[in-house]
């Protein structure tokens, strides 16, 4: 990837491959200070305002700067590394390639908290890894006053929903959702009905004396990965049939409509939701039901299945962190007669990891 000059164009080159810059769009980047307020990097210009048929007057490069004059009047020294970086993407989280896992993965990605995490090279890690395999465990978190508000917090913002800021799971008389009992869960995602979905959930073990209770995850993209090569026609029709999620209580009625398997825009995963005590299905001719019913069979098999799940004890001071649109989580039953059992759980939006991860790029020069 390089710059190149030729009369008074800017030319981006990659692989054989040779475009010319829009000048208007070397115009927009214009810095110095009477351009770009230095600590918040905003424009202190609006490039709407500014002559559409902006030309290049002067030209030069050097290895690290590129000089333009502009016949406005207007000077500017870019960086070449910064123009170079906005064409290759690099820090981009979707570069960040997913690792499909099963019941045999072993290393449950453990990090330990220390102070001041959040600002450290091993924050970096985890959210890599986070990004990579769907979730992370961080280790020896402090479990007194509500800490996971901080924790949360201090990566992003919480995503407050219907359960409140954050929510306490353990078994309580008349729960408004399974999760507050000690029956099993299946493999679900949360919040399927909300939109937008909340993109990641955290959950913190503050106590947990009881004998079952383990947290089980799944990964809905290794799952899908599966459907699509074995179960094609599973795939399309799980693809393409929006259904609706669906949650009631005293206060409110929370609907959505989507699809089980939703892809991006390149026909890739985007996001998986199930929870099979919350989707209806809309009123489709009985062929097609007949399909959506068996490819719903099959994927709910899949995901229960022992061969993609993977098990394990929280113990007090595990904060799981996990993606709500990748990954389905659950729990196996446990008697409350044991002792307690207390996780506390909250949602980040992705926003909130992508922005820390960016910044720590930055800050440690990758
Ligand atoms: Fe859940």
């Given at each position: 990837m390089?710059?190149?000059l030729l009369e008074n164009k800017v030319f981006f080159e990659n692989e054989g491959l040779?475009?010319?810059?829009?000048?208007?769009?070397?115009?927009?980047r214009v810095n110095g200070e009477k351009f770009v307020d230095k600590g918040t990097q905003q424009r202190l210009f609006d490039p709407t305002e500014l002559k559409e048929n902006v030309e290049i007057k002067h030209l030069e490069l050097s290895n690290d700067f590129l000089e333009v004059t502009f016949n406005d009047g207007s000077h500017t020294k870019l960086n070449v590394k910064n123009i170079l970086k906005e064409f290759s993407n690099k820090n981009e989280v979707k570069f960040i390639k997913k690792i499909e896992w099963d019941a045999s993965l072993k290393d449950l990605n453990n990090f330990y908290f220390k102070k001041n995490i959040f600002e450290e090279k091993e924050m970096y890690d985890a959210l890599v890894s986070f990004y990579k395999y769907g979730f992370v465990i961080f280790k020896e978190v402090p479990t007194k006053n509500n800490f996971i508000i901080n924790f949360a917090n201090s990566i992003g913002s919480i995503r407050r929903t219907n359960f409140g800021e954050y929510f306490d799971v353990k078994s309580k008389p008349n729960p408004n959702d399974l999760a507050y009992t000690s029956l099993p869960l299946a493999p679900h995602t949360d919040n399927p009905y909300r939109n937008p979905v909340p993109c990641i959930q955290m959950l913190h073990c503050i106590t947990n004396e009881v004998q079952g209770g383990l947290s089980t995850l799944v990964d809905g993209y290794t799952v899908t990965e599966k459907l699509k090569k074995d179960f094609p026609k599973y795939y399309e029709i799980l693809t393409q049939t929006k259904v609706r999620f669906q949650f009631v209580d005293e206060s409110v009625i929370l609907e959505d409509w989507?699809?089980?398997?939703?892809?991006?825009e390149n026909k890739e995963f985007r996001q998986v939701r199930f929870s099979p005590r919350l989707d209806f299905v809309p009123l489709m001719e009985k062929e097609k039901l007949e399909l959506y019913y068996s490819a719903r069979n099959k994927i709910s098999e899949l995901y229960n299945s022992e061969k993609y799940r993977i098990e394990f004890k929280l113990m007090p001071g595990d904060l799981l962190m996990m993606d709500?649109?990748?990954?389905?989580?659950?729990?196996?039953?446990?008697?409350?007669?044991?002792?307690?059992?207390?996780?506390?759980?909250?949602?980040?939006?992705?926003?909130?990891?992508?922005g820390k991860l960016k910044h720590l790029a930055r800050k440690f020069g990758f």
């Open positions: 390089k710059i190149e040779k475009k010319e810059i829009h000048p208007f769009w070397l115009r927009e989507a699809e089980m398997i939703q892809l991006d709500n649109y990748r990954l389905l989580h659950g729990r196996t039953s446990f008697d409350s007669k044991d002792g307690e059992r207390f996780l506390q759980g909250c949602y980040i939006d992705y926003d909130s990891t992508e």
